[in-house]
């Protein structure tokens, strides 16, 4: 999978509740911060289900509008919705590869998927992409493991010290829980 700069998203699954968080930063290259209050963890499908993405802008736009079609087709399904997005890039149904990733989650599942082809259910219900996602995912296991924070105390604090040591998170995170 290739490695995206300047966003970094996790998803944390913890007692019946799971919870995805997004930093706010947009960057250009590897210097220049264009923007720092992006939104890039929203509700979709009647907010019955929550993404947040990762990648180049054009290509997460495609990778989540892609997705939500399928979402509208299989009446929400999360896990046949994903498997349909991967068969498309696999069977060269649509016309490139999309340089980005997404988390997916409903109250049941949690999935990665990515724009060429891949779809990931988490071992321990923790996962996390973007650039500061090595970080975000091992203080979210950490935590998992290691305290009584909720799924959406632990998302938020992942992402926060992602933010300590990744030059490319920022601490403008948003939040979402289903």
């Given at each position: 999978?290739?490695?995206?700069?300047g966003?970094?998203?996790?998803?944390?699954?913890k007692?019946?509740k799971?919870?995805?968080?997004?930093?706010?930063?947009?960057?250009?290259?590897?210097?220049v911060?264009?923007?720092?209050?992006?939104v890039?963890?929203?509700?979709?499908?009647?907010?019955?289900?929550?993404?947040?993405?990762a990648?180049s802008?054009?290509?997460?736009?495609?990778?989540?509008?892609?997705?939500?079609e399928?979402?509208?087709?299989?009446s929400?399904?999360?896990?046949?919705s994903?498997?349909?997005?991967?068969?498309g890039?696999?069977?060269?149904?649509?016309?490139?590869?999309?340089?980005?990733?997404?988390?997916?989650?409903?109250?049941d599942?949690?999935?990665?998927?990515?724009?060429?082809?891949?779809?990931i259910?988490?071992?321990g219900?923790?996962i996390?992409?973007?650039?500061?996602?090595?970080?975000?995912?091992?203080?979210?296991?950490?935590?998992?493991q290691?305290?009584?924070?909720?799924?959406?105390?632990?998302?938020?604090k992942?992402i926060?010290l992602?933010?300590?040591i990744?030059?490319?998170?920022?601490?403008?995170?948003?939040?979402e829980?289903?």
């Open positions: 999978m290739s490695e995206f700069k966003t970094t998203i996790v998803a944390v699954k007692d019946g799971t919870a995805i968080a997004g930093d706010g930063q947009v960057t250009l290259g590897e210097r911060i264009l923007k720092g209050n992006a890039k963890v929203r509700r979709i499908f009647n907010d019955k289900v929550v993404l947040g993405f990648g802008v054009a290509d997460a736009f495609a990778l989540s509008a892609r997705f939500e399928l979402l509208q087709k299989f929400g399904n999360l896990m046949r994903a498997v349909e997005i991967a068969i890039f696999r069977d060269d149904k649509y016309a490139r590869k999309l340089e980005a990733q997404m988390i997916v989650a409903d109250k599942s949690v999935m990665l998927v990515s724009g060429t082809g891949e779809v259910e988490p071992d219900g923790v996390a992409i973007g650039s500061g996602g090595n970080y975000a995912f091992a203080a979210a296991k950490a935590l998992v290691n305290t009584n924070l909720s799924a959406k105390e632990i998302a938020e992942a926060r992602a933010g300590e990744c030059v490319f998170t920022n601490d403008h995170i948003t939040v829980e289903v």
